[in-house]
């Protein structure tokens, strides 16, 4: 072989294996999706399409739009599935190529009488679900149908052809307590009790107090006479209390003042024996 053939046939080697290094390295191309009808088309779904009476029921709505048309923050849902209602909603969005799949959900439910099946089987027909969006600013609608939603009766043929009301349990639970009731009537009757006790208490004192106070109070006689018993060996008090006994016995006894002021300014300090006899005299002065 030829030195030129032998660089043809690398060429074309090189030249191959670059095509094959393009093909299998270059990334993946975005998935395309067109509409059959555009610019929307939807989808409607029940999931489960055949539930039992009770169970809840989700309406799944896929709606596919050319963006480049619609706005899909536009897109909104007109459902009407009585006597079903609507108990919550999700809405999620996912773009591929210049199309924009919105997958909406609406939670039914329906507990009410007409959801009961009379028969095994009970069939829905709910009006159609209108789809509202803006194509290039103007409002516009789309109409789509819904499936057939079956409804499974949860009673036999014989519960169902005498329908009463059947109760399975026939006696109330027991009651339960999280105290005692005996514990805690003994507990409130000792308590208000004591509250009747310390009432009690309250009104006796504040009738009784006064009296005492009464009783317990010192008159001026007695003042002086407590002032002259403690004085002990202070001449000055002494002198003082026996000048102040003397103005306080004036009206009562002259003669016993007058020995009181006599005490109280003779030369030499008044003799105990003589200001106790005269303490003792001026007592029994006021007792009468």
Not at 49 to 56: A, I, V
Not at 203 to 226: F, M, S, T, Y
Not at 236 to 260: F, I, N, T, V, Y
Request: aromatic letters at 4%; one cysteine or more.
């Amino acid at each position: 072989m030829t030195r030129r053939a032998v660089a043809l046939v690398a060429l074309a080697a090189l030249v191959a294996g670059g095509v094959l290094a393009w093909v299998f390295l270059r990334a993946p191309a975005p998935p395309q999706m067109g509409l059959a009808q555009p610019p929307i088309e939807a989808r409607t779904a029940f999931a489960p399409l055949d539930p039992q009476l009770g169970d809840p029921v989700t309406a799944q709505v896929d709606v596919f739009l050319a963006r480049s048309e619609i706005d899909p923050a536009s897109v909104r849902l007109d459902v009407r599935v009585p006597p079903y209602r609507v108990v919550g909603a999700t809405r999620s969005r996912r773009d591929t190529g210049s199309t924009t799949v919105l997958h909406l959900e609406r939670r039914l439910e329906c507990l009410s009488e007409p959801c009961v099946p009379l028969k095994a089987l009970k069939t829905f027909a709910f009006p159609d679900l209108v789809i509202h969006y803006r194509d290039a600013g103007r409002p516009m609608t789309a109409v789509v149908s819904w499936p057939r939603l079956a409804v499974h009766s949860r009673l036999d043929a014989a519960r169902r052809s005498s329908p009463q009301l059947r109760l399975i349990q026939t006696r109330s639970a027991p009651p339960s307590f999280r105290v005692d009731p005996h514990r805690v009537g003994v507990a409130l009757l000792v308590g208000a009790a004591v509250l009747g006790a310390v009432g009690v208490a309250l009104l006796l004192w504040l009738v009784a107090a006064p009296l005492l106070a009464r009783r317990r109070r010192v008159g001026p006689l007695e003042r002086i006479l407590r002032e002259l018993q403690t004085a002990n060996g202070d001449s000055g008090r002494k002198r003082s209390a026996l000048e102040q006994l003397a103005r306080e016995l004036a009206p009562l006894d002259g003669a016993l003042s007058q020995e009181s002021r006599v005490l109280a300014w003779a030369p030499h300090d008044p003799p105990p024996d003589a200001v106790d006899e005269l303490a003792r005299r001026a007592r029994a002065l006021e007792a009468d």
